[in-house]
């Protein structure tokens, strides 16, 4: 069984740079979908950005030129960088493996269509 475990988490100020790590372990990662979700307190979890194997990368409109998502599929790891950190990025960060494989095609952006699941790596951007 897959086990995804981010880490790169931090706080720093406005205008800062992050970068998340999401290294699975038991499965492989090539041929599905993978995201990265965010949840801030009291709203709901969104999707931030995804990446399939073979397909258009998605991107939240508002961190759209600020992220960046890539994949290293032979280190079975996904990553996120993070440039021009707001205080609205603030939250906690999940990285996330669509349930069923997907070699062409874009991702889904729901977050119901992922089912394996990081334990979260907290973003914490200051003003």
């Known amino acids: 069984q897959v086990h995804l475990v981010e880490s790169g988490g931090g706080s720093v100020q406005t205008g800062g740079s992050l970068t998340l790590s999401c290294v699975a372990s038991?499965?492989?990662?090539?041929?599905?979908?993978l995201g990265w979700f965010r949840q801030a307190p009291g709203k709901e979890r969104e999707g931030v950005a995804m990446?399939?194997?073979?397909?258009?990368?998605y991107y939240l409109g508002s961190v759209q030129g600020r992220f960046s998502i890539y994949r290293d599929n032979p280190k079975n790891t996904l990553y996120l960088q993070m440039n021009n950190l707001k205080p609205e990025d603030s939250g906690i960060y999940y990285c996330?493996?669509?349930?069923?494989?997907?070699?062409?095609?874009?991702?889904?952006?729901?977050?119901?269509?992922?089912?394996?699941w990081g334990q979260g790596t907290q973003v914490t951007v200051s003003s």
């Open positions: 990446i399939p194997l073979n397909g258009r990368v």
């Open positions: 038991g499965d492989t990662i090539s041929g599905y979908c």
């Open positions: 996330a493996r669509e349930a069923t494989s997907r070699w062409n095609g874009d991702c889904p952006t729901e977050d119901y269509a992922y089912t394996i």
